[in-house]
């Protein structure tokens, strides 16, 4: 059995076809997940030139992005995450939708390591064409998170995904980042003594849109059925939503397969809610405008602290401005002014 | 009765007295208001030579700095803001205490014009010497605020104030400003159906560390022990706050001038409780160095959309985004690329 002579040529021939951004915008608007794959590598990646190709990968996407719902859900380490959206993901396969889910992981300390690195913690999910499973290292910046993960929807929606869920552990600040993306956010709990809120970074609690009990099962219930009481009177205390919608509370059971129907109710409603009152449209609008202007800043501020000058004075004059020894208005005009004469 | 023939000379002679930075800096630190009130005046002047003469000021004032419990109070129009203060403004004068009121005034559609302007709100502290009083104009950006507000806390603790309160309409961001350099935030309410809460930015309940029921009295005292208890539950369904402090809830009345020492002890306690887990301080410095970091990124952030060439760019480009023309991130650099050819 001898080797095929041509095969390295025609292999060769693979390697070396040139990969356009066309070609790959073309590619992923066909719904090739191999293409979406490539770009969001691309997008991520720390060097320029590839950032350049996923610039123009995004801008040929752009016009078929937008149609699909944006989903934040957020919940800390041991609430369930993973069985909660492949059960949920299953059912919105199974209602004919195609899900994107991108998982922001802050492989950092605060998880000690990754914790979505494994793409078999959903088992139903990751054997299905019709979800496409991302996890998206945060790697450094706040902004950079926000970012990426922005882009890599645009490349989803692109890809022919109606569903797109963003991912968050419920204990930094990326949800804030996270919130300024999606339509709807989505917390999960697990019914307790409440110590379990300790993890979770205040104000999120106020972004909830749906509250979701996880583990609603066994031992569980009763002690689930006196949080959901206690959570209502409590989401009530909160002033109201921009979108007028007022937050559900509601319970599952992964294990027990019960309840995702009722988030599923939750869920259409509250997007025939911001349909009808045109939050949607204009949420969208405001969010772009912002996106758009959060950007401005964060390059605005990587230049001036990535400028070496800086970074050096900036220590010194961190160190005089807590000793007193000058008011940080005063501190601050110097700096940028400083920074200003060597910028060119 | 003739004028003295003198008269106008003495008069030219005060009016020329050169005013130095140092001199207005020493007779704030022997207690003097009105330097006080001048120096604060000329660091809200929109005059560059103004502030460059309340730097000054400041920075010779600094050393004198710091040595105030610093409060924040918020609560919307009609919570009884003003007369709470003056109740327990008086208390604390009472108490030997010297305290400055430095009110934030949105002046703006919001509240429907001034709410601060009038001293005489305020009908026992606008009498007393160890009072002073002073509305600060937003005047459009909210780093303003937050920049002259900080410096107005400088300058009062510089002359012998000991107790900062800052005091907000808390319906806007200023709040989350205001949190960043008080020590303690209070919040009022007055008890009712739960409709009062709606003028309230979200967020802003998360900050509070004691939260007071005003007008306790007559008809109003079934509800409030009914509001109090609901929002105790409420409270502890918030995470811990990073001093670790347990938010309290009280109530007064200042039509029947009771319940302030109440709020008196639940104050000391938790300055006992910040000083004895070194909160204080730590979040003191943090503060600084915050403060110092927020002001570059808001100086940044004035040359760039300061920038002539940019306003304009920037409204044709916010079109460009949200027709989905252009990707806000790539819309971004341009900008940015455009700004730093054009500077200098």
Chains 1, 2 share one sequence.
């Not at 000690?112 to 450094?140: C, Q």
């Not at 019914?191 to 583990?215: N, P, Y």
Request: glycine share 8%.
């Amino acid at each position: 059995m001898g080797i095929n002579p041509n095969i390295n040529k025609i292999l060769k021939g693979i390697k070396n076809e040139p990969v356009t951004p066309q070609k790959i915008a073309d590619n992923i608007i066909k719904g090739d997940r191999n293409a979406l794959s490539r770009a969001i590598t691309k997008l991520e990646s720390s060097k320029t030139d590839e950032q350049e190709f996923a610039d123009e990968v995004i801008k040929l996407c752009l016009p078929y992005s937008g149609k699909s719902r944006r989903i934040g859900i957020t919940g800390v380490p041991g609430v369930g995450k993973s069985t909660f959206i492949d059960y949920f993901g299953e059912n919105l396969i199974d209602n004919g939708h195609k899900i994107a889910i991108l998982a922001i992981d802050p492989s950092s300390s605060i998880s000690g390591g990754s914790i979505l690195g494994d793409k078999t913690r959903m088992e139903s999910l990751s054997g299905r064409i019709e979800a496409f499973i991302r996890p998206s290292p945060t790697s450094g910046t706040l902004g950079g998170v926000a970012a990426k993960t922005r882009e890599s929807i645009i490349l989803c929606e692109a890809a022919g995904f109606d569903t797109i869920i963003i991912e968050t552990v419920g204990v930094g600040q990326s949800e804030i980042a996270v919130s300024s993306m999606v339509d709807v956010f989505m917390m999960l709990l697990v019914a307790g003594t409440g110590d379990e809120l300790q993890g979770i970074k205040r104000g999120i609690m106020e972004m909830v849109d749906i509250l979701v009990f996880t583990k609603d099962d066994g031992d569980n219930i009763n002690r689930t059925k006196l949080n959901k009481k206690q959570f209502e009177i409590a989401l009530k205390m909160f002033p109201a939503k921009d979108s007028l919608w007022i937050p559900e509370v509601l319970s599952v059971s992964g294990f027990e397969k019960k309840g995702i129907d009722d988030v599923l109710i939750s869920l259409n409603n509250f997007f025939e809610h911001i349909k009808s009152n045109d939050y949607l449209a204009q949420n969208r609008q405001n969010q772009s405008i912002q996106w758009l202007n959060d950007q401005i800043l964060s390059i605005l501020k990587n230049r001036f602290y990535k400028n070496e000058n800086i970074s050096n004075l900036l220590k010194i004059t961190e160190q005089e401005v807590v000793n007193q020894q000058i008011s940080p208005i005063a501190a601050a005009k110097k700096l940028v002014e400083k920074y200003f004469c060597n910028e060119q």
